[in-house]
């Protein structure tokens, strides 16, 4: 992953000692009903068997990218990766130019407008910045032709165990990748991908499968109402994820996202018109699976009522 490299050469003057790093996983681990992270990243997941699939890590300053998916009938159904970085200590002027440089400046992928994102939501101040995107991804493009260091890496890992296993894949899938850092906040810097077949959203066929052939793509959509309406379905999706993933970064209030005029009702959701109510429920069920302490679920419910 590029943000290893970038940021690796400063490793010989900062020293963190976080323990946030201090969960470990293993190619081929079994993972299920939750995605446990670390302290602050708990995620639920839809029924069925994960694996691990993809683990990179590195000293100081410390990261790591950990990825698994989710398989159904030899056919990957959905992934989920998450990076963070441990980027507190006293040398800001050398590492935030570079963080800056690797969001909003990098020729491929960020937190900026580009054609094959179908929205992308940002919130920045200075090295302070708050992000989603949603979007479609052309798989074998991906895991083929990747474009950059990160896709690159991503590619060995996921086609090593697709070949390992005599997987098949999607042509397209959807995404949708959360981001956020603040020196507010610990110096923690986290990232979330998660892509999905969009047969889990009883998606109609697909007969285009290229990056710009896509009936997903933003400038087609429009040609294709009924997947214009898996893409507002995913949309609302992954607001509400974002939402979440906001407590679980400690989003500070005035760096969160506006998402509500994204949220619908569906059956595979939660149906609340308040988002407040949404997130309270969501953080309820991590306090009842046992993913979060008393302590935990208490600051995180006053932060939401607050």
Known sequence: MKKFF???????????????????FFIGEQVKDYFIYNNDIKIKLNPGNWTVVRHQSRGVPKQKIVGIARVENNQIMEIVEIYDAQLAGYYNYYIDPIIIELVFKDEHDGCYERSEYYLLKLYRNGTTFNCMKVRHVDVTKELNYPDSPDGKAAASAYNFWIKSNSLTYPKITLQSYHTYFSRMVDGKWYEIRRLIHPKLLNAPKSNFFTEETSEYHKHNISQFPEH???????????????????????????????????????????????????????????????????????????????
């Open 6 to 24: 970038c940021i690796l050469f400063l490793s010989f003057i900062i020293n963190v000692t976080s323990n946030s790093l201090a969960k470990t």
């Open 228 to 306: 214009e309406e898996i893409m507002k379905k995913w949309i609302s999706i992954s607001s509400r994820f974002h939402k979440n993933f906001e407590i679980m970064a400690k989003t500070r209030s005035n760096h969160k996202l506006v998402l509500d005029e994204y949220f619908i009702e569906m059956e595979s959701e939660v149906k609340s018109n308040d988002p407040v109510v949404e997130q309270l429920k969501q953080l309820n069920e991590l306090y009842k699976s046992g993913a979060l302490t008393k302590e935990e679920f208490e600051k995180a419910k006053k932060k939401i009522l607050n």
